[in-house]
Nanobody, 123 residues
Framework: QVELVESGGGLVQAGGSLRLSCAAS????????MGWFRQTPGKEREFVAA????????YYTDSVKGRFTISRDNAKNTLYLQMNSLKPEDTAVYYC????????????????WGQGTQVTVSS
């Protein structure tokens, strides 16, 4: 069973915007935390943002604060990542993920992962 499916990636010029979506199964969407990570070739998966189910608290890595916004639509079981003022260094495969316990900032805490969507920002 596919638990998480990302969409919305693509090619955009620097300064542009994209909105990523992650359609989740009811089981994964019920996890305490959902988050976004990104990965470039040869590097470890990097935390981008996370959101807590119970109160909507959000967490961001410093490099995206003020530019990216994570949100969730509970009626649609969908997680979003609105990305504005994109930079070439934001280029990566973006993954959504879900988990219940452990630190939100580490990929090892997450139990469920999507297949990823490519975001490419041209200069």
């Amino acid at each position: 069973q596919v638990e998480l499916v990302e969409s919305g990636g693509g090619l955009v010029q620097a300064g542009g915007s994209l909105r990523l979506s992650c359609a989740a199964s009811a089981r994964t969407f019920s996890r305490n935390f959902m988050g976004w990570f990104r990965q470039t070739p040869g590097k470890e998966r990097e935390f981008v943002a996370a959101i807590l189910k119970i109160d909507g608290s959000t967490y961001y890595t410093d490099s995206v604060k003020g530019r990216f916004t994570i949100s969730r639509d509970n009626a649609k079981n969908t997680l979003y990542l609105q990305m504005n003022s994109l930079k070439p260094e934001d280029t990566a495969v973006y993954y959504c993920a879900a988990h219940d316990t452990g630190t939100v900032y580490k990929s090892r805490s997450y139990d469920y992962w999507g297949q990823g969507t490519q975001v490419t920002v041209s200069s």
